[in-house]
C-alpha cells in the first residue's frame, strides 16, 4: 500500500476507500489532488470537525494537494447524513460570515498557502446555479432507489426526509465534479457519515467523464464508552477559545479514559507512531501521557503558549492551588469580598461561577457531595448543605478562593 495510505492506517483514519489497490498505486505515481468539504453551519468548528483535517495534514505532509472546501453553498440546504433532524436555516449573510471564521480556524490549523493547500467555496458554482439544467445535466444520473439504499438516507426516512435535503447527494456529487474539473481532484476524503455521499460523486464522474476517482472514509470517533468524541459537559468541543477556553480544551483531554490514550494520540497529534506507544507503555503513568496529549493537542489548535498555560493552570487546580502551577490560567472571576463578608451561599455561588447552569444542578451537585471549597489554607473540602454559607473565612491570604465541581472542573475566585 502507498506509504502515506499506511500511514493513515497506522493513525486510525481508514474505515471505507472505494477502492484501495488502485488509490494506491496512482498515489504512487505522483502527487494527487484530494478535498475534505467542511458546511459552515455555525461560527466556530469543533474538534469532531478536525478529524479529517489531521488526515488532510498527514496527506499534504507526503507530497499530497488539499483542498479544503466551505460549503457557502450546499449549507444554504443543509446535509440530512447524521442528523435526525432538518438543519435550522440561516440567513445568506449568517453563512457567508461562518464561512469567513471557518476559514481562519482551518487556516490556523493547516497553514494554507494557495499551491499545496487552499480552499474554495463551493456557492461559486452553487449561488447561481439553473435548477433546470442541473436536473437535465447532472440529476438524471441518480436512481432514487439507489439514493434511499444508504444509510444516510434510510435513517431520515423513520424521522422524515424533507425534499429539500434529498438534493443534498447531488449537490455533493457535483462538487466533486467541479473539483475535478477545476483542478484535476481524484479523491474526497471525509468521516464515514459522508460513505453514501462520496459514492455518488465517484459515481458521477465516472458516468460523466469516463474518469475513475476515489473515496475514503475514516471511522466515527466515539470514545471507550461509546459516547461521541468531543462531547462535554457543555456540548462539543469549539475551536473558539470564547465558546471553549483554552483551559476547558486542554482538561478535556487531560481527562479521557486510560482505554483512549493511545488512539487519540496517534489521530489528533503528529508526534512518531513509535512515540505516541511508548507514551502508553505499561507500567507507565497514564496521567502522564494524557497531559502530553492535552498539550499537543491545545499547542495544536491555540498555540504553544495557550498549551503551556492551560497545563500551568491544571498543575495549579490539582494541586489544589498550591506551587508547581499558575493560578492565573484556571478559569476564574472576580468577585467582591463583601459578597463573602455577608455570606455566599454554596448554591448560588457554583451556579454564579458557571460551574453549573442552574441552580438546580447547583443543589444537585452540592446534595450528591460534588460540590468542594478550598479553606485558608487551600485545602478543599465537600459542601453537602445547599443552605451552606461560604465566608470570608474561607478566603486564603491573597483573598482567593478555589471551588471544585465533581473530579474535574477547577474555578478560581478573586476577591477585590
Known amino acids: 500500500m502507498n506509504s502515506a495510505l499506511e500511514t493513515l492506517k497506522a493513525r486510525g483514519f481508514f474505515q471505507q476507500?472505494?477502492?484501495?489497490?488502485?488509490l494506491s498505486k496512482l498515489m504512487d505515481e505522483g502527487p494527487i489532488a484530494f478535498y475534505e468539504g467542511t458546511d459552515p453551519t455555525g461560527g466556530s468548528l469543533h474538534i469532531g470537525h478536525m478529524v479529517p483535517y489531521f488526515a488532510f495534514r498527514h496527506l499534504r505532509a507526503a507530497g499530497h494537494k488539499g483542498i479544503a472546501l466551505l460549503g457557502g453553498g450546499t449549507a444554504r440546504i443543509g446535509d440530512p447524513s447524521g442528523k435526525s433532524d432538518i438543519r435550522k436555516m440561516l440567513s445568506y449573510e449568517?453563512?457567508?460570515?461562518?464561512?469567513e471564521s471557518i476559514r481562519a480556524q482551518l487556516d490556523r490549523f493547516v497553514g494554507f498557502d494557495d499551491n499545496t493547500a487552499f480552499t474554495v467555496n463551493n456557492k461559486d458554482w452553487l449561488g447561481n446555479l439553473n435548477y433546470i439544467d442541473f436536473l437535465r445535466d447532472i440529476g438524471r444520473h441518480f436512481s432514487v432507489n439507489r439514493m434511499l439504499s444508504f444509510e444516510a438516507y434510510k435513517m431520515r426516512m423513520e424521522t422524515g426526509l424533507s425534499f429539500i435535503e434529498f438534493n443534498y447527494q447531488l449537490l455533493q456529487s457535483y462538487d466533486f465534479l467541479e473539483l475535478y474539473r477545476r483542478h484535476g481532484c481524484r479523491l474526497q476524503i471525509g468521516g464515514d457519515?459522508?460513505?453514501?455521499?462520496?459514492?455518488?460523486?465517484?459515481?458521477?464522474?465516472?458516468?460523466?467523464?469516463?474518469?475513475?476517482?476515489?473515496?475514503?472514509?475514516?471511522?466515527?470517533?466515539?470514545?471507550?464508552?461509546?459516547?461521541?468524541?468531543?462531547?462535554?459537559?457543555?456540548?462539543?468541543?469549539?475551536?473558539?477559545?470564547?465558546?471553549?477556553?483554552?483551559?476547558?480544551?486542554?482538561?478535556?483531554w487531560r481527562n479521557v479514559q486510560d482505554q483512549d490514550i493511545l488512539r487519540f494520540l496517534l489521530m489528533f497529534t503528529f508526534l512518531h507512531v513509535d512515540e505516541c506507544?511508548?507514551?502508553?507503555?505499561?507500567?507507565?503513568?497514564?496521567?502522564?501521557?494524557?497531559?502530553?496529549?492535552?498539550?499537543?493537542?491545545?499547542?495544536?489548535?491555540?498555540?504553544?503558549?495557550?498549551?503551556?498555560?492551560?497545563?500551568?493552570?491544571?498543575?495549579?487546580?490539582?494541586?489544589?492551588?498550591?506551587?508547581?502551577?499558575?493560578?492565573?490560567?484556571?478559569?476564574?472571576?472576580?468577585?467582591?469580598?463583601?459578597?463573602?463578608?455577608?455570606?455566599?451561599?454554596?448554591?448560588?455561588?457554583?451556579?454564579?461561577?458557571?460551574?453549573?447552569?442552574?441552580?438546580?444542578?447547583?443543589?444537585?451537585?452540592?446534595?450528591?457531595?460534588?460540590?468542594?471549597?478550598?479553606?485558608?489554607?487551600?485545602?478543599?473540602?465537600?459542601?453537602?448543605?445547599?443552605?451552606?454559607?461560604?465566608?470570608?473565612?474561607?478566603?486564603?491570604?491573597?483573598?482567593e478562593l478555589i471551588l471544585r465541581a465533581g473530579k474535574k472542573r477547577y474555578f478560581l475566585i478573586i476577591t477585590k
Not at 476507500?17 to 488502485?22: I, K, L, Q, V, Y
Not at 449568517?94 to 464561512?99: E, G, I, R, S, V
Open 94 to 99: 449568517q453563512l457567508d460570515k461562518n464561512t
Open 277 to 399: 506507544k511508548a507514551l502508553c507503555d505499561t507500567g507507565k503513568n497514564p496521567n502522564d501521557a494524557k497531559e502530553r496529549l492535552a498539550w499537543e493537542v491545545t499547542a495544536l489548535i491555540h498555540g504553544k503558549d495557550e498549551a503551556d498555560k492551560a497545563l500551568s493552570g491544571a498543575k495549579a487546580a490539582f494541586g489544589g492551588g498550591g506551587a508547581g502551577g499558575d493560578k492565573a490560567a484556571m478559569p476564574h472571576a472576580e468577585i467582591t469580598r463583601s459578597r463573602f463578608e455577608a455570606g455566599y451561599n454554596v448554591v448560588d455561588l457554583f451556579c454564579d461561577t458557571g460551574l453549573e447552569s442552574t441552580k438546580s444542578d447547583a443543589r444537585r451537585l452540592v446534595q450528591q457531595g460534588g460540590a468542594f471549597v478550598s479553606g485558608s489554607d487551600g485545602e478543599l473540602s465537600a459542601i453537602n448543605d445547599p443552605a451552606a454559607i461560604i465566608g470570608s473565612d474561607k478566603l486564603n491570604s491573597e483573598g
Open 193 to 252: 457519515d459522508q460513505w453514501g455521499n462520496i459514492v455518488a460523486g465517484v459515481e458521477l464522474i465516472r458516468r460523466v467523464e469516463g474518469a475513475e476517482v476515489y473515496g475514503l472514509t475514516f471511522p466515527l470517533v466515539t470514545t471507550a464508552d461509546g459516547k461521541k468524541m468531543g462531547k462535554t459537559e457543555k456540548g462539543a468541543l469549539f475551536l473558539d477559545p470564547a465558546v471553549t477556553t483554552p483551559y476547558e480544551f486542554f482538561q478535556y
Open 17 to 22: 476507500c472505494t477502492d484501495a489497490e488502485a
